[in-house]
């Protein structure tokens, strides 16, 4: 169950796309299409952006999108915006029935 | 609406035992898997275990080595985590998380946490 592997951080300006990666194995984010996305303010509990790799739950911005291929999960987050300053966390199912997350990846808005 | 309310955490030493608690609400309880999830100080996510509806299935993380056990009381709408031998690197907020019906991997509503300090 080793952690899926993101970069620690990025940067962009307001109104650019950015692009985090998730890197895992055939064990698990390329063995289902079960990946999510989270999204962290600081001292917040984490908040779901996508799941089953491409999928938005109900009132998160279409800014938002997941893509996968192969044993690497992508989210893009295009016209970026102050308030989406955070932190972010890929995760996802696994062969063994558990669930692994990425280290996450600190998004800084310039 | 949905709430999960974790409490039970503070602070034990290295050796020691605790037990969280999660009180559930607003939805129909023994029809959804939950998931422990713990953030130490400072760093990311970490799975910790999970239990389906009526704790036919439950699963945990290589690294507890058989540490923590997870159950649950569907009369109580409560979910627990009975952490023993517990040590330094156990130091974390711990989120009880709900898996949405039907999906293998949607974590759909997390509680605020309730912080485990492991120290002496």
Redesign the interface.
Known sequence: QSALTQPASVSGSPGQSITISCSGTSSDVGGYNLVSWFQQHPGRAPKIIIYDVTNRPSGVSNRFSGSKSGNMASLTISGLQAEDEADYYCSSYTTTSTVVFGGGTKLTVL | EVQLVESGGGLVKPGGSLRLSCAASGFTFDGYTI?W?RQAPGK????VS?ISGISR?I?????LKGRFTISRDNAKNSLFLQMNSLSAEDTAVY?CVRA?RG??????F????TLVTVSS
Do not use: I, M, P, T
């Open positions: 998931n999830v990311g996510l970490e799975w999970s299935y699963y945990y993380a290589d690294s989120f949405r999906y293998q991997h949607y974590f759909d997390w509680g605020q946490g």
